[in-house]
């Protein structure tokens, strides 16, 4: 990056961490710190967008989109149906009881053991997806830009914590209005100069994405081993929203800041109508750089790291191959353009294949000759593109965004874990009569902690594979056990808290047997499928152990 690069990153960074302290620095007790009801609709909703647009969003989503098209845009779909649901039924409960966290009113349904077993659920994985948060941009932005990875790492994660630390929940509200501005500002620019850029008018390029399969948002096959489509969106997609807005205090916490119930409704109804919007937009702008590579040379494999096998035979063949393809796709794309020809779409469809099946060679290639390097490289695709084909002070932008995208997101989780853990944990269990003074100070120590254990666990992920695109499968992996205690809470009246809590005991087990047997291939289940799987099993169970307990309540 140029010096401009640099100034731009720098200073946009520095103002979200500074812009943070200075708006919640009169904070004086824990309830504003954790969550004060201040907020007005629109900054709940801009914060809900925040903390569930990680940087992986805008790293992963375009890349997404340049390999497989829109399809990806069904794993919404189910949103706006949960964010009724949430609505109608959840809030309500939530704003009547006055609650900070959503797992109070599990012990004055079920009893304390419940909501303590619950509360340890949430904290382990979204404790797992802060430290995925800080690791997963860091390991990508310090491959292609050359910076240490343990150091990129601990910075992300310091600047998030200390804002955090010094400002609670409220500063989390406040920056992240800032960071939603600056990514959609860069965002906008990424997409007007990537059309800018395009050898062919958008009319063309829509064809010719179109031709090859990218312009393909819908699939009504019914298949559980493929994790988009529509089926797979509006049963497993909706009970994962159901589980993370409804259940996870790190959303749960965003619109509980709501002025009123009113407030909080709209702020989750405003995600739910523009999030399928943005996630098109974004991946749109996949497809655009898609085609803008149509024209451009491209590596074998966009990880940097894949460069290191340039020297080796086998990988020297592939790339005579592919730079062959490049330029008879470059001739037949200026022959299509001159009269939109079927036939001469048709060769290109098949030099496409050509492309694709040699990617795919390489990625074995890799895999057998480099197994340390990550080959799948969908979430180096846009950042190679930034970093390549954009102005200077524009790629500081948007290096920004990915950073800025990461804090937010992280900064939400720290402080979802540190309510968490001094509501249902300290505050209850072991200091429920102590001053204010004193509650807001153990806020700010979990706070602290929880940003350590985050940034430990960053550092230390390169032990782990597959974390880049491991927070939706962490999620879904005791989401579906949460949703069913709170489903069961709301439409069970009759089963009890003994029953519920050795339910949870029973079904998680399962479900992480089950996601390991899909690892190791002895079963093909997709992971969006383990949210309605755990949520019915909890149900099922429940309802099987009651008679044991008679009528009694833990």
Not at 105 to 120: C, D, H, M, P, Q
Not at 428 to 439: C, G, L, M, T, V
Not at 448 to 468: D, H, K, T, Y
Request: hydrophobic letters at 50%; charged letters at 15%; a neutral charge.
């Amino acid at each position: 990056m140029k010096n401009l690069d640099w100034a731009v990153l720098v200073f946009v960074l520095l103002f979200i961490v500074v812009y943070g302290i200075y708006k919640s620095r009169k904070i004086k007790t824990s309830d504003s710190f954790l969550g004060g009801k201040t907020n007005p609709w629109w900054m709940v909703g801009l914060s809900i967008m925040a903390t569930q647009a990680s940087a992986i969003t805008f790293l992963s989503t375009p890349g997404q989109a340049f390999h497989d098209g829109l399809g990806f845009v069904q794993f919404y779909f189910g949103l706006p149906i949960a964010m009724v649901i949430l609505c109608v039924w959840v809030l309500p409960k939530f704003f009547k009881m006055n609650v900070l966290t959503a797992y109070e009113y599990l012990e004055k349904r079920f009893g304390l053991s419940t909501r303590i077993l619950t509360a340890i659920l949430f904290l382990i994985q979204r404790g797992l997806a802060a430290g995925i948060t800080i690791f997963a941009p860091a390991i990508i932005l310090s491959t292609i830009l050359g910076w240490n990875l343990m150091l990129t790492n601990i910075v992300i994660g310091t600047l998030v914590t200390i804002y955090t630390l010094v400002g609670g929940t409220e500063a989390v509200s406040q920056t992240q209005k800032q960071q939603m501005i600056v990514i959609f500002i860069g965002m906008f620019l990424a997409f007007f100069l990537i059309l800018e850029n395009l050898p062919l008018d958008l009319n063309d390029a829509l064809l010719y994405s179109g031709a090859m399969g990218k312009i393909n948002p819908v699939s009504f096959e019914f298949d559980v081993n493929n994790r988009y489509n529509i089926w797979s969106a509006f049963l497993g997609g909706t009970f994962l929203f159901l589980s993370y807005f409804g259940t996870d205090q790190s959303q749960v916490q965003r619109y509980l800041t709501g002025k009123s119930l009113k407030e909080a409704r709209l702020g989750l109804l405003f995600n739910g109508l523009f999030k399928i919007p943005m996630q098109f937009f974004i991946l749109f702008i996949g497809v655009m750089v898609f085609v803008f590579f149509q024209f451009e040379k491209t590596p074998l494999n966009f990880n940097p790291l894949s460069e290191n096998l340039k020297t080796n035979a086998q990988y020297q063949k592939f790339n005579t191959e592919f730079d062959q393809v490049h330029l008879d796709k470059k001739e037949k794309i200026a022959e299509w353009k001159e009269g939109h020809s079927e036939t001469v779409m048709a060769e290109l469809k098949v030099l496409q294949a050509k492309e694709v099946t040699i990617r795919a060679d390489v990625k074995k290639l890799i895999n057998e000759k480099a197994p340390e390097i990550e080959s799948n490289d969908k979430d180096y695709v846009f950042i190679y593109y930034i970093l390549n084909y954009l102005p200077t002070g524009i790629v500081g932008l948007l290096i920004a965004v990915i950073l800025s995208a990461a804090m937010s997101s992280t900064s939400s989780e720290l402080n979802a874990l540190a309510t968490t853990t001094v509501v249902d944990i300290y505050k209850r269990n072991f200091a429920p009569d102590i001053s204010e003074k004193k509650y807001l100070n153990a806020s700010r120590l979990f706070t602290l902690m929880w940003g350590m254990i985050a940034i430990f666990f960053a550092v230390n992920a390169s032990l782990f594979e597959n974390l880049i695109q491991a927070v939706n499968i962490i999620g879904s992996l005791f989401y579906g056990t949460i949703l069913g205690v709170f489903a069961i809470a709301f439409l069970f009246p009759k089963i009890g808290g003994k029953a519920t809590m050795w339910s949870i005991l029973i079904v998680e087990p399962i479900i992480i047997l089950l996601y390991f047997l899909e690892v190791k291939e002895v079963i093909k289940l997709e992971f969006l499928w383990l949210n309605p799987i755990g949520c019915l099993l909890m149900i099922a169970s429940a309802s099987l152990l009651q008679p044991m307990f008679g009528k009694e309540k833990a």
